[in-house]
Every structure is written in C-alpha cells, then in structure tokens.
C-alpha cells in the first residue's frame, strides 16, 4: 500500500523568514510522482510544486523548494521568505501510473504565516 | 474560463434525498476523479474515468455513482443520503501526472 506521512499537523512562522513542511512516503514502485498542494480557506486546491521521482535534482518554483531523498523516501517543503498568503493547509501527495494514478495524500500540515 | 467546474459549491438537503454534483473540464484532458474531503481535511479518492471508462472504484458505497457521458465531464450522483456523506467533494482531471482540481462542493447533509 501506499502510503503519505506527514509529521506536523500545525506550524507557523514568521513573515518573511523561511519554513520547511516534512513529508515522508512509502511505496514499493520505483517510478512515481510526488506534490505539494496548498488548499487556503477558500478550499481551493493549488499545485505548488512537483518533483518525478526519476529526477536527482530538486524542484524549484520561485519561493518553493523541495528537498527530495529517495533513499529515504522523504519530500520535503521549503517556503523561504514567507509571506502571509502563504496561510494555508499544505498536502504532499503521491502518485504512481501502476495505481491508476490516483493521488494519495498525507492528512495535511496548517501553516500559519504571522505578521 | 474556469479550467475545472464543479456545481454546485454548496448544497444542503436533507437525509434521505438524492442528489447530483456535476463536473465539467475544458483542458482536453482524458482521465477525471471524484475525491471526497472529511471534517478532518483528509481527502481521498473515490472514483476516476479514462475517456468515459471507469478506471478506479475506492470501495465507495453504491449509493455513489459517478457517470461520464464524455471525457469532458464527471458527474457523481448520490442516492439516499446519509449524515456521514457531509464533506467536500472535489473533481479533479488530469494530464501527464499533474491533477487540476475544481474548487469543490460542500455537501452539508441534515
């Protein structure tokens, strides 16, 4: 089975400096994707980041980073300069082609960014 | 120009009804998924459709059928609704790995 982990239930920062989510996975398949979502009060469910988990080099969006160890089997998020739109709930999620691609994720991590 | 709607956001009825949540994609995109969101913010799948054929059933009770009459749209209808069905319903539709979610529908069963 696969399955998502994440550690933290609640974390919060201050503006303008930088926090790491922790995610770890575990699946047996050597060929798979892993995501960070980010849903805000509105509920919507944005992409952050993605990382294949073929590639050795880290993702990278902007102010988002991951730090991806496949050995490991760990995926974690990094914000740097936080900024307060970045309240919200964050899901590392995974997906594999030999499970119909679903998306399988962690129970989520509320990052509150305070002023 | 939505890429992924879902309607409608809320809906409220009573135990016992039945019900439709309708989804519709225009990314072209040939596989959709139904995910449902509890009160405890965990979300997981429930169905997903390659070009209207039903790929993934998630042991979900058969009082939920999604139905598919093109790739573009995913509707999930649910018949005699219980209290446990209250949640978030999330569409979703995906190419190459990466899944577009709509912004859900809160079913609030009374």
């Known amino acids: 089975a696969q399955t998502v982990t994440q550690s933290q239930p609640e974390m919060s920062v201050q503006e303008a400096e930088t926090v790491t989510l922790s995610c770890t996975y575990d699946t047996s398949e050597s060929n798979y994707y892993l995501f960070w979502y980010k849903q805000p009060p509105s509920r919507q469910m944005i992409l952050v980041i993605r990382q294949e988990a073929y590639k050795q080099q880290n993702a990278t969006e902007n102010r988002f980073s991951v730090n991806f160890q496949k050995a490991a089997k760990s995926f974690s998020l990094k914000i740097s300069d936080s900024q307060l739109g970045d309240t919200a709930m964050y899901f590392c999620?995974?997906?594999?082609?030999?499970?119909?691609?679903?998306?399988?994720f962690g129970a989520g991590t509320i990052l509150r960014v305070k002023s | 120009d939505t890429a992924v709607s879902q309607t409608p956001k809320y809906l409220v009825t009573q135990m016992g009804n039945d019900k439709s949540i309708k989804c519709e994609q225009n990314?072209?995109?040939?596989?959709m998924y139904w995910y449902k969101q509890d009160s405890k913010k965990f979300l997981k799948i429930m169905f997903s459709y390659n070009n209207k054929e039903l790929i993934i059933n998630e042991t979900v009770p058969n009082r939920f059928s999604p139905k598919s009459p093109d790739k573009a749209h995913l509707n999930l209808h649910i018949n005699s609704l219980e209290l446990g069905d209250s949640a978030v319903y999330f569409c979703?539709?995906?190419?190459?790995?990466?899944?577009?979610f709509g912004a859900g529908t809160r079913l609030s069963v009374l």
């Open positions: 979703a539709s995906s190419l190459k790995n990466i899944q577009y």
């Open positions: 990314l072209g995109h040939d596989t």
């Open positions: 999620a995974f997906v594999a082609r030999e499970y119909g691609n679903k998306l399988v």
